[in-house]
Every structure is written in structure tokens, then in C-alpha cells.
Antibody, heavy 118, light 114 residues
Framework: EVQLVESGGGLIHPGGSLRLSCVVS????????MSWVRQAPGKGLEWVSA???????YYADSVKGRFTISRDNSKNTLYLQMNSLRAEDTAAFYC????????????WGQGTLVTVSS | DIVVTQSPDSLAVSLGERATINCKSS????????????LAWYQQRPGEPPKLLIS???TRESGVPDRFSGSGSGTDFTLTISSLQAEDVAVYHC??????????FGQGTKVEIK
């Protein structure tokens, strides 16, 4: 069974930093295509970042230069380091697996909520 | 970036009746070399994460009831629920994956019981 469990969300002041984690079971992170997708309260889904099996990384323009995606193969865990957080980053953050390079999100975690507010 | 727009934003349908959701992309997501449309549909029930329903515009995932069907090509797509059930109350999202990232979603369509 595939499981993705996110953690690391919380309340943070504007300009602050947070690191989200996504522990994966049932898939090997190092050979998978992983993404972070967020959903602001009452809004639609927004793809944020992807990490391909070959190590290639991709970012939405809205987070480029502020967020960094990475993985720890020994822990089978995906991360999202978020710096210079803004109020508009407030959202539930989901990690998701694509079973191929296509960008179809086959499996999703339950999400972790990030609230950026003073 | 490809912009994806859904309509309507919400709809209320009686149990057993048909629900139809439209999705339009700002450019074609049909890849001519393999004749595949790079479009997916997801269901998000209240308080839950999204769940993949349909990929390649019309291929249902394993375990998805056959009352769900996807159609369309190029820039215009439709998700149809042929006979709405109570458990189908959810927000439905379409997504294009034609490009290398960024991948983009529609704004979502909320389906409720009338």
C-alpha cells in the first residue's frame, strides 16, 4: 500500500521559514517523480515544485528562488524548504507521486497546513 | 503557461441525475505523435486530498465507478457523472500535464445534491 505522510506545517510570521517533510512508503523516493501541490483555503490546486528521479528540479514562478525541493533516499522522504514566506503562501501543502514522468498525480498525502500571518 | 478553466464553478444535481463539468485549456493538450490528450481529472471529497479519477482525458483509474466518464480532445474536455450518488459530492479538478512543469489545474467545480 502506498502511503505519503506530510508534516512540518504550522503558523509562521511573514518572512519566516519552514521545512515540510513527506515520508513515503510503498514507493522508492529516489526512483520516483515527486511533487508538492498546494491549495489555499477555499481555492483550487496549484502545483508548486517537482523532483524527478534523475534529480531534476522544477518550480512554479510564484515560489522560484524561495522554495527548495529535495529528498533523503535513506529516509525515503521528500522535503520542501520554504523561505521568505508570504501571506499568499498560506495553504494546505500536499505531496504527490507520479508513477512516471508524465505529471499525473497517482497518489497524494493527507496534506499539512501552512499559515503565514503576523 | 497553459491556463485551464473549468465551468461551472458549482452545480447542484438531483440524486440519479447526470452531472456535467467542462474543462478548457488555453492551448491544445493533444500530442500529435501519440494522439493522446494530456489531461486528468481528480475528485476531492470534503476534508480529503484529491484522488485521481481519469487520465489521458478518458482512461478511468482502477476502481473508479463506470458512472464517471471523460471525453473531449484538443482544448475542450468534459467529465460526466451519469447518475449522481451521494458519495460523489466533491470538488472536481482538471489538470493538464502536456508540458514539462509547470503543470496547471482548473479552479475546481463543486458538485452538490439538489
Amino acid at each position: 500500500e502506498v502511503q505519503l505522510v506530510e508534516s512540518g506545517g504550522g503558523l509562521i510570521h511573514p518572512g519566516g521559514s519552514l521545512r515540510l517533510s513527506c515520508v513515503v512508503s510503498g514507493f522508492t523516493v529516489s526512483s520516483s517523480y515527486m511533487s508538492w501541490v498546494r491549495q489555499a483555503p477555499g481555492k483550487g490546486l496549484e502545483w508548486v515544485s517537482a523532483l524527478y528521479a534523475d534529480g531534476s528540479t522544477y518550480y512554479a514562478d510564484s515560489v522560484k528562488g524561495r522554495f527548495t525541493i529535495s529528498r533523503d533516499n535513506s529516509k525515503n522522504t521528500l522535503y520542501l524548504q520554504m523561505n521568505s514566506l508570504r501571506a499568499e503562501d498560506t495553504a494546505a501543502f500536499y505531496c504527490a507521486i507520479s508513477s512516471s514522468w508524465t505529471g499525473i498525480f497517482d497518489y497524494w498525502g493527507q496534506g499539512t497546513l501552512v499559515t503565514v500571518s503576523s | 503557461d497553459i491556463v485551464v478553466t473549468q465551468s461551472p464553478d458549482s452545480l447542484a444535481v438531483s440524486l440519479g441525475e447526470r452531472a456535467t463539468i467542462n474543462c478548457k485549456s488555453s492551448q491544445s493538450v493533444l500530442y500529435s505523435s501519440n494522439n493522446k490528450n494530456y489531461l486528468a481529472w481528480y475528485q476531492q471529497r470534503p476534508g480529503e486530498p484529491p484522488k485521481l479519477l481519469i487520465s489521458w482525458a478518458s482512461t478511468r483509474e482502477s476502481g473508479v465507478p463506470d458512472r464517471f466518464s471523460g471525453s473531449g480532445s484538443g482544448t475542450d474536455f468534459t467529465l460526466t457523472i451519469s447518475s449522481l450518488q451521494a458519495e460523489d459530492v466533491a470538488v472536481y479538478h482538471c489538470q493538464q500535464y502536456y508540458t514539462t512543469p509547470p503543470w496547471t489545474f482548473g479552479q475546481g467545480t463543486k458538485v452538490e445534491i439538489k
